[in-house]
Nanobody, 117 residues
Framework: QVQLVESGGGLVQAGGSLRLSCAAS????????MGWHRQAPGKGRELMSAVNWNGGGTFYEDSVKGRFTISGDRAKNTVYLQMNSLTPEDTAVYYCAARSGTSRDYWGQGTQVTVSS
């Protein structure tokens, strides 16, 4: 089992920044990819960004390219999401996810990000 704990959400004005953190514990050696999804009210959960531990490849959804930066500390089993130039459309619950070598996904409890106009 893998446990994920997120932190860093909150309320910010449009144009502001937030940094999310996600710390993994448990069977972390099985993880090969970590990422951030978000779910806005009335919408489905979408993958925003991810990083592969092997090779360091990253993924960004088009709407966050150039504004969000994902990074990770493999030694600490922690992934970060630096979010800049936030807009009200970024308001959502952000979930950390980890994928194991068996393609099993683990989820954090979610952290609320609210961007006011």
């Amino acid at each position: 089992q893998v446990q994920l704990v997120e932190s860093g959400g909150g309320l910010v004005q449009a144009g502001g920044s937030l940094r999310l953190s996600c710390a993994a514990s448990g069977r972390t050696l099985s993880i090969w990819r970590m990422g951030w999804h978000r779910q806005a009210p009335g919408k489905g959960r979408e993958l925003m960004s991810a990083v592969n531990w092997n090779g360091g490849g990253t993924f960004y959804e088009d709407s966050v390219k150039g504004r969000f930066t994902i990074s990770g500390d493999r030694a600490k089993n922690t992934v970060y999401l630096q979010m800049n130039s936030l807009t009200p459309e970024d308001t959502a619950v952000y979930y950390c996810a980890a994928r194991s070598g068996t393609s099993r996904d683990y989820w954090g409890q979610g952290t609320q990000v609210t961007v006011s106009s």
